[in-house]
Nanobody
Framework: QVQLVESGGGSVQSGGSLRLSCAASGYTDSNYCMGWFRQAPGKEREGVAG???????RYADSVKGRFTISQDNAKNTLYLQMNSLKSEDTAMYYC???????????????????WGQGTQVTVSS
């Protein structure tokens, strides 16, 4: 059974930083992709950043240069380092996992099979 557990969310002032973590268990395929998605109140869920098992990454334009996705395979953990946070980054952030895909699918939520419960990020101006 695949489990994804996010942590690291919280409240921060505009310009601050947070690091989200996603602890993964039960996913045995060595060819995979993992991603971070977010959903703000009243908005659709959107892709933020994705990474595959070869380390190829993709970012939404809105977070390029501010967010960094990374993974620690030894710890089975996915990270999202978020710097220079803005109020528009306020959302519930979700971790997702799925089979390895082309880079163009890394931000496509329907590609992902497994989802965590989410962690709230609130940025105040």
């Amino acid at each position: 059974q695949v489990q994804l557990v996010e942590s690291g969310g919280g409240s921060v002032q505009s310009g601050g930083s947070l690091r989200l973590s996603c602890a993964a268990s039960g996913y045995t395929d060595s060819n995979y992709c993992m991603g971070w998605f977010r959903q703000a109140p009243g908005k659709e869920r959107e892709g933020v950043a994705g990474i595959d098992s070869d380390g190829i990454t993709r970012y939404a334009d809105s977070v390029k240069g501010r967010f960094t996705i990374s993974q620690d395979n030894a710890k089975n953990t996915l990270y999202l380092q978020m710097n220079s946070l803005k109020s528009e980054d306020t959302a519930m952030y979700y971790c997702a996992a799925g089979p390895r895909a082309g880079w163009w699918l890394l931000l496509t939520q329907r590609w992902y099979k497994y989802w965590g419960q989410g962690t709230q990020v609130t940025v105040s101006s």
